[in-house]
């Protein structure tokens, strides 16, 4: 008799605690929104993409259009450019870190050559965010953010 009714208990509870897990999976109120979680270079990409898919629902004319294809091409090969800069850096602090006198003055500036680099990255990736924003007018930013909440979220 007890082992029916610990049976019962348990079911009863898995029969409301599931749908109660299964209501709230998908996140705050049903969104998608992994923004907060993205790199600004994925941010940057996304935003981007996102304008020139919904170029006519935005009414984005054609030099609009082409100057944000240019920014994305110019964005993407400065990144390249820098994160294989970086790269570079970081085999050379290795290399240095595996002599036997390691010159730890070379190491330091070799670091600070690095962060400067990741700064840099970082400052322009900025900038190019901001000249995304400011290609689009206040009604296509208006009509943008719409549809972005549109798109992330089922209501």
């Not at 981007?48 to 994305?72: C, T, Y």
């Not at 965010?129 to 719409?146: G, H, R």
């Amino acid at each position: 008799m007890k082992k029916l009714v610990t049976i019962m208990l348990v079911a009863a509870f898995a029969a409301t605690a599931l749908p109660a897990q299964a209501a709230f999976a998908k996140g705050y109120y049903g969104c998608k929104d992994k923004d907060h979680k993205m790199d600004l270079d994925d941010k940057f990409y996304k935003k981007a993409s996102f304008i020139l898919k919904n170029q006519d629902e935005l009414g984005l004319s054609d030099a609009e259009i082409d100057r944000v294809k240019a920014l994305k091409i110019k964005t993407k090969k400065f990144m390249i450019d820098q994160k294989a800069k970086i790269k570079k850096i970081k085999v050379d602090i290795w290399a240095e870190l595996m002599e036997d006198d390691t010159n730890i003055d070379k190491v330091n500036g070799l670091i600070d050559d690095k962060y400067d680099l990741k700064a840099e990255k970082a400052k322009y990736l900025v900038n190019s965010y901001v000249v995304l924003k400011n290609t689009l007018t206040d009604d296509q930013m208006k009509k943008m953010k719409a549809l972005w909440k549109k798109e992330k979220c089922d209501y």
